[in-house]
């Protein structure tokens, strides 16, 4: 069974301090991963997407990391900002053209001042 | 959110209605989703269309129906055979980037069946 778990499930940080947020994933065969932030009550939106030959991708201060053969993925923020206060969502495609995604339970991120 | 609009954000209803929830996109995507949100787990699929007047269902489809007569439009009809309506319902369109086919989402409709 296709399955993304990520880790931990929620995570407070200073405002100013770097944060690491994992996931790991058995979904086969591999197309991409994407992380998306959520923040509360409001739709997904994509940070970054990595496809199998990509190791590393990073978008202002969030660095996603690849690892596809250990199946697993970072997320990397820096700095961080009150406004990084969401949930972070990793996403698996399994077969390109086929459209179905796989969704981790996400990492609740709250950042205080 | 992009050029996805979902109405009404809160929805209210009471047990045994049917309820239609709305989703439209002017980013002329040719596929839309429809996904359902609850704490503590990950997005489930709902039902997809790849193309007007076609759509398949999802992972967790019964209970719910879905029509897609114009490119723009994807409602998601809510039936009372749906056991545990009440969630947080996301419709997405996607486009080809690349290798990949990226989604967008919408904001988003809390639907609460008392």
Request: charge should be neutral.
């Amino acid at each position: 069974k296709n399955q993304v778990e990520q880790s931990p499930q929620s995570l407070i940080i200073l405002e100013g301090k770097n944060c690491t947020l994992q996931c790991n994933y058995t979904v086969s065969p591999f197309s991409n991963l994407r992380w998306y932030k959520q923040d509360t009550g409001r739709g997904p939106v994509s940070l970054t997407i990595m496809t199998f030959s990509e190791n590393t991708k990073s978008n202002g201060r969030y660095t996603a990391t690849l690892d596809a053969d250990t199946k697993q993925s970072s997320l990397h923020i820096t700095a961080s900002q009150l406004s990084d206060s969401a949930s972070y969502i990793c996403v698996v495609s399994g077969d390109f053209g086929n459209e179905k995604l796989t969704f981790g339970t996400g990492t609740r991120l709250t950042i205080i001042p | 959110d992009g050029g996805i609009t979902q109405s009404p954000k809160y929805l209210f209803r009471k047990e045994g209605q049917n309820v239609t929830l709305s989703c439209e996109q002017n980013l002329n995507h040719d596929a839309m989703y429809w996904y359902r949100q609850d704490p503590g787990q990950g997005l489930r699929l709902i039902y997809y269309s790849q193309i007007v007047n076609d759509f398949q269902k999802g992972d967790i489809a019964e209970g719910y129906s879905v029509s897609r007569e114009k490119k723009e439009s994807f409602p998601l009809t809510v039936t009372s055979a749906q056991k545990n309506p009440t969630a947080f319902y996301l419709c997405a369109s996607s486009a080809r980037s690349n290798n990949y086919y990226e989604q967008y989402f919408g904001p988003g409709t809390r639907l609460t069946v008392t």
